[in-house]
């Protein structure tokens, strides 16, 4: 099930079944205010107030919920989650409690990746009422940009190659009134070489494309929202083993943010010119493949020697920063499944974090902390850029030591931001390995709540 609108409603004194929270601490007081059946119900389904707990009370001919949480005066964005998911059909209100950011987790708790398959088990959907009218677009929203993430991600390459991409992109500029500009196949190799490049060894049906999103007012300040768009990352000539491509579906996680969160501005009506850019390639394996110690020109003019050939992200990267850079934004922030080297150092709950300034870092980590989607902030270190030295061209993709691989991914980027721009960029997972309450296994918005509660404190 996409998320939809509906999942919560304003409270206007409605039918509904309560729901108490408690936690281990206050389980005891609430319980000895229930009957000596309702205790009993409690007992034999072994509720003693834990997180995540839900239990269920009968009351009289009818009956209420009761959930465990760690605090029921301080909830968070998934404290609600566990009941959403575990719940019966039906339409439910907090009985002493404002639901608050859990909101949120209530309605990704819902969230069924079913274009395939359906469980003909699911029940749903569970209708949360709220007293807190002003809150109930906006979550919706966020709700429903963390769903189309998740949609694109889990998508099989197949059905999500760059044409999929634009078409996604040309529903998101209807709805939200945006230009959309297309440059595709061939046509790239003059403006966007390292698009081209990347791209050119994919079938016609899969053909690379520069995507472009324009909207909003002239003389409101100008942010650009960059997305990496693999479609499917074989490695190219230097490919990944099979265990590597086994995931590959997911290397548009990037893309896959930029047009969420693209639609979520323009949606929240953020005070933004906006200009979102999606570089869509496969990295595929022709006898027209790039090849490793091949030089390409770039749209910046900087030559760049191929050490890698699955390093292709940050070259369409590269050539997407430097379109953006050239409209001289206020702000640019970019989201890829960029390297490995993040997932070791900080797993895949977390997206790694880079920043040319560190004011907008501090705006990010707050936003992420206060929003439940916290990234983690790494470094910029410019004596690590010299590892991407090349004997005959400007940069090398790549370094051979090993060291710092998202750090240096990330300079490598860095220099086809233009000078003075404000920058950051975000080095995410795109995918959750286990579920969570709240939190599908799947394709996974990791970022995506820090980055739009950070514009909207600028732009809001």
Known sequence: MTITADLIQPDRGQEAIAI????????DGFASGLSGPQRAALAAQKFTGGGYQVGIVPDGESWFAVGGVADPEELSSWC???????????????????????LFGWQTAQYRFERYTKDEKAEGPRVLLTEDVAKIDLVALEAQAASLVADLVNTPAEDMGPAALEAEAERISKECDASIEITRGDALEKGFPMVHAVGRAAER??????????????????????????????????????????????????AA?????????????????????????????????FRPGDVLSSRKGLTVEIGNTDAEGRLILGD??????????????????LTGAARVAVGPDLPALFTRRDQTAEQLLEAGKAHDDAPWRLPLHDPYAEWLKSDIADTNNT????????????????????????????????????????RPKGGAALGLRAAFHALRGRYG
């Open 20 to 27: 108490h929270l408690v936690n281990s601490e206050t389980f």
């Open 257 to 289: 943010h930029a047009l969420a969160l693209a639609e979520l501005v323009m949606k929240a009506n953020l005070k933004v010119r906006l200009h979102c850019v999606v570089p869509a390639v496969e990295n595929a394996i022709s006898s027209n493949s």
């Open 399 to 438: 370094h051979n030591n090993g060291f710092a691989g998202a750090s240096v991914a990330a300079s490598f980027l860095d220099k086809f931001v233009g000078e003075d721009i404000d920058w950051a960029h975000f080095d995410t997972f795109a995918w959750r390995p286990a579920a969570k309450p709240g």
């Open 320 to 337: 997407a920063l430097t379109l953006a850079s050239e409209h001289e934004p206020e702000l640019i922030i970019d989201f890829a499944t």
């Open 80 to 102: 609600l989650a566990k009941l959403a998911e575990v719940l019966p059909e039906g339409t439910y209100r907090l009985a002493e409690h404002k639901p608050g950011p859990a």
């Open 205 to 254: 049906k899969h053909a690379p494309r520069l995507i472009q999103l324009n909207w909003g007012k002239d003389d409101h300040p100008r942010v650009a929202i960059i997305g990496k768009g693999v479609c499917f990352d074989s490695g190219g000539l230097d490919i990944k083993n099979a265990r590597g491509m086994l995931l590959m579906k997911k290397d548009m996680g990037g």
